[in-house]
T-cell receptor, first 114, second 113 residues
């Protein structure tokens, strides 16, 4: 089944403890992206990647890192999480960049930072 | 800079009546616009997209949207609401490279029996 998977789905952690949220797609997509969703704000783009080793900042990159070492994986790294990073996170992928393809979204990761 | 304003945070309709979800955009070039739907505790799914072809765009599940450049609007409509349409809807505009995407704040649609 073609899909975007995220792990973990739920995570409660403490301030300052490094964490990684994994994202994987099995559709051979070039473009991948991370978003956070907060009530009343919709989704905001954190980082995106146009292909392996090519990443760029979205609207709200502060406090996050990403890497794209393999085409299928695009992990989101929070080196020192803070409570304002408590949010619902979505990973998405699409066949390529530069064209208006549909984005396919993962099921989301709910992160709580205490 | 690109931005999207969804004019209603909540819309409530009765089953079988028309749905109108309003979206206005701001873009410095000819935009590409999308509507996505998010059912409770689910990821997002594309409903439809506008990419400078026909101004009236048809999507899945009977939804359609009309691009009006003079009004900078891209409102989503459906002639007859179904209970399964209850969800949150997001209007999205992309940058001119289709790399960055800007979401509206969302409209929650409630469908009453």
């Amino acid at each position: 089944e073609a899909q975007v998977t995220q792990n973990p789905r739920y995570l409660i952690t403490v301030t300052g403890k490094k964490l990684t949220v994994t994202c994987s797609q099995n559709m051979n997509h070039e473009y991948m992206s991370w978003y956070r969703q907060d009530p009343g704000l919709g989704l905001r783009q954190i980082y995106y990647s146009m292909n392996v080793e090519v990443t760029d900042k979205g609207d709200v990159p502060e406090g996050y890192k990403v890497s794209r070492k393999e085409k299928r994986n695009f992990p989101l790294i929070l080196e020192s999480p803070s409570p304002n990073q408590t949010s619902l996170y979505f990973c998405a992928s699409s066949p390529t960049w530069g064209l208006s393809y549909e984005q396919y979204f993962g099921p989301g990761t709910r992160l709580t930072v205490t | 800079a690109q931005s999207v304003t969804q004019l209603d945070s909540h819309v409530s309709v009765s089953e079988g009546t028309p749905v109108l979800l309003r979206c206005n955009y701001s873009s410095s070039y000819s935009p590409s616009l999308f509507w996505y739907v998010q059912h409770p505790n689910k990821g997002l799914q594309l409903l439809l997209k506008y990419t400078s072809a026909a101004t009236l765009v048809k999507g899945i599940n009977g939804f359609e949207a009309e691009f009006k450049k003079s009004e900078t609007s891209f409102h989503l409509t459906k002639p007859s609401a179904h209970m399964s349409d209850a969800a949150e809807y997001f209007c999205v505009v992309s940058d001119n490279n289709f790399n960055k995407f800007y979401f509206g704040s969302g409209t929650k649609l409630n469908v009453k029996p």
